[in-house]
């Protein structure tokens, strides 16, 4: 994907919107934004968020594990989201495991609010001309748990 994107953006209006379908991780839309893309959509935060994936600052999380039984802490340490200022780690695991709703919806939320928190971070780099230490710090930080959790 990236290739076809280093190939085909350079041809696309650069007055124009760069609007990429269906991609949708965070890795993915910073290295899309990279390459040239403007835009994009995609159900990954809320079908992640329905299964009990959620997206942090240091990578993604698998509520379903066990080891957040007694975690108290939230979701993302470093998001300011009405998730993770109220519910632990731990509480969100509980409904998730019981079976309900509220998590997925929970979940969704702060995986939404994280989305559009680095888009707003990636538009603050670029217009500071700091995008590509941004992208270096960012996609270094969401490796933290890549093996822990997945």
Do not use: W
Request: hydrophobic residues 35%.
């Amino acid at each position: 994907m990236y290739g076809v994107l280093e190939f085909i953006t350079p041809m696309m209006p650069a007055e124009r919107p760069r609007y990429l379908m269906g991609v949708g991780t965070p890795e993915d839309l910073i290295e899309a934004v990279g390459r040239g893309i403007d835009m994009f959509d995609c159900v990954m935060p809320t079908r992640n968020g329905r299964t009990g994936g959620v997206f942090t600052s240091r990578g993604k999380l698998n509520i379903r594990n066990a080891r957040f039984t007694l975690d108290e802490g939230p979701l993302d340490p470093e998001c300011g989201c009405s998730v993770c200022r109220r519910y632990s780690r731990a509480y969100l695991r509980h409904l998730y495991m019981a079976g309900e709703m509220n998590a997925a919806t929970l979940i969704s939320h702060h995986n939404l609010t994280f989305y559009l928190d680095s888009m707003r971070r990636v538009r603050q780099s670029i217009k500071s001309g700091s995008f590509a230490r941004f992208r270096k710090e960012y996609l270094d930080k969401l490796r933290e748990n890549e093996d822990q959790d997945g």
